[in-house]
């Protein structure tokens, strides 16, 4: 394996293990995630010389910045927009999530919309950059999110455990939205997507 591929698989799998750790609640799952930290850590720190912990490579106190996510409207041929509903309050959204570190933009929204809707999305523009946390809580982590338009090829699929329906709703009948983005969020998007206009904070 090359140098460069084997520092990029062990960020992605150092990566892996701190999302699990932060989101998981199984106690054996927590464990193993605690042990790939500790082990890509290790060989990170040998790899670069580099010591990781504290003020390393995933360490925010140096300089502060917001957090990326991405949000992908996608219309079908009768104008219905794609919305996920989320399994943690039964509310529906936009599909989209965190951007992973070895992921574009691009790819994070594809991959957001495989893994929530099933769905096979060809990317079409970017909607628009908007700042989140106006309408998130004073002690969440700032968000900055990339919107894009895209188009979904065939049919949708399985979805991801956290995501509990895909469907494709009309924009005068569309149902009670997740308490994770905001009706006002959600709407602005949709009709900035609709409207062929780009929207920036």
Request: with cysteine; charged share 30%; aromatic share 10%.
């Amino acid at each position: 394996m090359e140098t460069k591929h084997f520092y990029d698989l062990l960020i992605k799998v150092q990566s892996v293990a701190r999302i699990g750790l932060t989101f998981s609640r199984d106690p054996y799952a927590l464990e193993n995630y605690q042990k790939l930290l500790d082990l890509t850590t290790e060989f990170l720190n040998d790899f670069q010389n580099v010591d990781l912990s504290p003020n390393g490579y995933f360490e925010r106190n140096i300089y502060p910045t917001p957090n990326v996510s991405v949000r992908t409207v996608c219309f079908n041929e009768n104008g219905e927009v794609l919305l996920v509903k989320e399994a943690s309050d039964g509310g529906y959204s936009l599909p989209g999530g965190w951007c992973e570190i070895d992921e574009s933009p691009t790819e994070a929204a594809r991959g957001e919309c495989l893994e929530e809707a099933g769905a096979d999305v060809e990317i079409i523009r970017l909607v628009g950059v908007i700042n989140r946390s106006p309408f998130k809580s004073p002690t969440s982590v700032r968000e900055y999110a990339l919107i894009f338009e895209g188009k979904v090829k065939g049919e949708l699929k399985a979805h991801d455990y956290e995501i509990i329906d895909a469907s494709f709703f009309p924009l005068d009948d569309l149902p009670p939205f997740s308490k994770k983005v905001t009706k006002e969020e959600n709407m602005r998007m949709i009709m900035a997507a609709k409207n062929k206009k780009v929207i920036f904070d």
